[in-house]
């Protein structure tokens, strides 16, 4: 268990439609990042927040969005989804803001129909 | 731009012998690289790191090699047990002043450990 916590495991929806994700970072992380696995794909960076503020920005869609709130939790919004934003959504954590040795959550697995 | 390459899918060993994955990179600035292993159902999860000022780390049976002048490093695993069979995923970030924290991945190889 690397005490970040994604939620759902699942998701399927319709296109067109928009959905949350949402994670929880390991106790006293301050940095929260989100990446995109396609299938056969690596694992692309999406976006890094820190202590609540934006800190560095991947190839995000202007169709998502995400926000860290004061607790550290932090939410991905993708909106108008298409059968192409099918993926795993993976979020992990880190105390300093540094990329390294992030811990990943399990992961939600987008499903767009 | 693929940055961070693992060339090889997929990798089949049989059990007690040694597992070499194998990743490239395209640029020299990264000074921080790391070995993730997925399960399938599960998040990945940090194996091993190696920082650019060396060429070696070792931790138990995994062992990360670091070429700074191929821009190559590589990942053994010795003996190989069947419980290493998972995807490998090989990382790489840059140094803190250039503000980018992110991990850029390479796309992974599956070792399978044949028993």
């Known amino acids: 268990d690397s005490g970040v916590t994604q939620t759902p495991k699942h998701l399927i929806t319709a296109t067109g439609q928009r959905v949350t994700l949402r994670c929880s970072p390991r106790s006293g992380d301050l940095s929260v990042y989100w990446y995109q696995q396609s299938l056969d794909q690596g694992l692309q960076f999406l976006i890094q927040?820190?202590?609540?503020?934006?800190?560095a920005k991947g190839n995000i869609l202007e169709r998502f969005s995400a926000q860290q709130f004061p607790d550290l939790h932090s939410e991905l919004n993708l909106s108008s989804l298409e059968l192409g934003d099918s993926a795993l959504y993976f979020c992990?954590?880190?105390?300093?803001?540094?990329?390294?040795?992030?811990?990943f959550g399990q992961g939600t697995r987008l499903t767009v129909v | 731009d693929q940055q961070v390459k693992q060339n090889s899918p997929s990798l089949s060993v049989q059990e007690g012998r040694i597992s070499i994955l194998n990743c490239d990179y395209t640029n020299s600035m990264f000074d921080y690289f790391l070995w993730y292993k997925k399960y399938p159902a599960e998040g990945p999860t940090f194996l091993i790191s190696?920082?650019?000022?060396?060429d070696k780390n070792e931790d138990g049976r995994f062992t990360v090699f670091l070429n700074k002048s191929a821009k190559h490093l590589s990942l053994h695993i010795v003996p190989s047990q069947p419980g290493d069979s998972a995807v490998y995923f090989c990382a790489a970030s840059l140094p803190q002043h250039f503000g980018n924290e992110k991990l850029t991945f390479g796309t992974g190889t599956r070792l399978t450990i044949i028993p």
């Open positions: 992990a954590s880190t105390r300093d803001g540094r990329g390294t040795e992030a811990f």
């Open positions: 190696i920082s650019s000022i060396k």
């Open positions: 927040y820190y202590n609540g503020e934006e800190r």
